[in-house]
């Protein structure tokens, strides 16, 4: 099987590396140049000009890798710097000369629509909310919003004679002794607090001029502007909001009883948040891994055993070094998938901490990964660049579905029914959050100024309407204030984490339907994840045999089989 992409000829030579932008803009200006007499030309210059989108997509997609692997890297934040603030305003503005001229072309029309029609509307649709005020605010935006990163990967807390990431503290959550789980989710959370002014100011910047691009295009608030610069065609804001309600009608009363169900197995009066990641069994925190070459290889044989290539794909990025996995002082925090479109070959970033959630979230980014894999025989960018709704899809579902085949992390029958009760555990609980950090984000741009106490406030309306009645917060509130400080999403991807939530659901759709027929299910998502993105999101899920909606009541017979799933496993 033939894996990496080989460099083919075209406008670029074979040996093309990112340098200047003295050295770049020629290639800009030759396909803005460029004559089109015939249909044949205009797709000729289409191809040129992606091959140009992908070079340039790797080559800074690995700028970004190396930035966030170490943040003391002062050649590498130098190079990135120079590709925010040199680089991208310049491309942006040739972008969207070379996206008028596309859709200007006599020729534009007789583009075989089921090849160009999701292309097409993405190029109208960034037309029409281009304006060039906004290139110099992307770019403030861009490089304020990283301070947040470097803030982040940079702290640390002492525990045991010991300073560790907060990554590694978090994991600690886990262990049984109760007196010092609550003596690090207090370490934690202080430790957050002490750079909450900086976080409040950073944000404030950040509203500000997020606002300031919304009005300069057309909107009347930063909301609008970014459903539509985030291509969010297939649904609207009412259907984010019916997410919220759902979630809060129909998910919330079963995290209610799970909460329950884990106050009695502890033998506790009251349930505090520094209990709610220890098993409710109250053993010692499930290892699945000794060592990260270890997680790699048992990752490995669990994708093998869904499905042959999935192994063999993760295998070849581990060959090639595309995986970076784990906590270190001074690496940026989470975890990503960085498809590399040229290549064809993703990279993976994540933090691990030997913990049990360590192999959720290799699991989950091998998802991605995956995807990526599916859709790299596409020669346009955009069909490979797929929506978040659909990424994640991938990316959630192979969470769920390698769980069936975590034998080769608990070869004990008892260790692997609680890895399984802790997954399904996870999945329900992550959708109130999910709903939580979008409806807030609702509420701050839709009213960009707010005062301070205002949005503590409305946090604090919106944290209340998801939290669990089950677990007491008293005298936490001091933390609780600042809760949403802990989401990255927020400082530098603003709106884009819904789309966890509306995956995870159909997700569980999948999942259900693989319960009962494995092979149909692995089939049917080969197929939709390979459609990247030539469809409409409603179509690529319901290719995968789902449905992509968010009423109560589908989201109450989904939540209700994970229930009926939980209770076989608390039995």
């Known amino acids: 099987m033939t894996i990496t992409q080989p460099k083919k000829a075209g406008l670029l030579p074979r040996d093309f590396q990112l340098t200047t932008w003295e050295a770049l803009e020629p290639y800009f200006e030759e396909l803005l140049q460029r004559s089109i007499s015939s249909n044949a030309e205009l797709e000729q210059w289409i191809l040129d000009k992606n091959q140009l989108d992908m070079a340039l997509g790797e080559a800074m997609s690995w700028r970004y890798i190396r930035i966030t692997l170490d943040s003391s890297d002062q050649e590498s934040a130098e190079i990135y710097n120079y590709t925010v603030e040199a680089l991208a305003p310049n491309i942006t503005s040739y972008e969207n000369k070379l996206e008028r001229k596309l859709t200007a072309s006599p020729f534009v029309e007789s583009l075989a629509p089921e090849r160009y029609a999701i292309y097409l509307r993405g190029v109208r649709n960034a037309v029409d909310i281009f304006c060039a005020d906004n290139i110099p605010l992307a770019t403030e935006i861009q490089m304020k919003s990283k301070e947040y990163v470097k803030i982040f990967s940079e702290m640390t807390v002492g525990f045991n004679g010991r300073q560790m990431t907060l990554q590694k503290a978090t994991a600690l959550l886990e262990e049984p002794d109760r007196g010092a789980r609550e003596q690090i989710y207090h370490q934690i959370h202080q430790r957050i607090l002490q750079d909450k002014d900086h976080f409040e100011d950073l944000f404030d910047i950040l509203l500000q001029k997020r606002h300031q691009m919304a009005v300069n295009a057309g909107f009347d608030n930063f909301r609008d502007f970014k459903f539509r610069a985030l291509g969010r065609f297939d649904y609207t804001v009412n259907d984010c909001l019916d997410f919220h309600n759902s979630i809060a009608e129909e998910i919330m009363p079963i995290v209610d009883d799970m909460n329950h169900y884990r106050r009695q197995m502890l033998g506790l009066d009251k349930l505090r948040p520094w209990d709610l990641f220890v098993d409710p069994t109250g053993d010692s925190p499930l290892r699945p891994f000794q060592s990260i070459p270890d997680l790699i290889n ?12 999935f192994g063999v794909y993760l295998a070849k990025m581990q060959e090639m070094g595309h995986l970076d996995l784990d906590s270190r002082p001074g690496k940026r925090p989470g975890g990503y998938n960085m498809p590399l479109m040229a290549t064809g070959v993703p990279f993976i970033f994540m933090n691990a901490t030997n913990s049990f959630s360590d192999l959720r979230t290799l699991a989950h980014e091998s998802g991605h990964a995956v995807h990526s894999f599916l859709t790299r025989h596409y020669p346009l960018k955009s069909a490979k660049r797929v929506p978040s709704e659909v990424a994640e899809l991938a990316a959630m579902t192979m969470e769920l579905l390698t769980m069936e085949h975590w034998d080769v992390f608990f070869p004990d029958p008892e260790d692997l029914r609680r890895a399984k009760f802790a997954q399904l555990e996870f999945v329900l609980k992550v959708l109130p959050w999910i709903a939580t950090i979008d409806k807030f984000q609702h509420w701050v741009y839709q009213h960009p100024d707010h005062t301070r ?55 569980i759709a999948i999942w259900q339907q693989y319960r009962e027929d494995p092979d149909t299910t692995i089939s049917n998502f080969i197929n939709a994840m390979k459609l990247g993105y030539t469809r409409p999101i409603g179509e690529i899920y319901e290719a995968a045999g789902i449905r992509f909606d968010f009423s109560r009541e589908n989201v109450r017979s989904l939540g209700e089989f994970v229930r009926r799933e939980l209770e076989q496993l608390m039995a």
Request: hydrophobic residues 35%; proline residues 3%.
């Open 298 to 309: 048992k990752v490995i044989r669990s994708l093998s055993e869904l499905h042959p290539s």
């Open 453 to 507: 106490e205002q949005r503590k406030a409305a946090w604090m309306d919106t944290l209340h309407e998801f939290s669990s009645n089950e677990v007491e917060r008293r005298d936490l509130e001091h933390y609780s204030e600042y809760l949403w400080h802990k989401q990255l999403h927020i400082f530098e991807v603003p709106f884009y984490y819904i789309e966890y939530g509306m995956a995870q659901l159909g997700a």
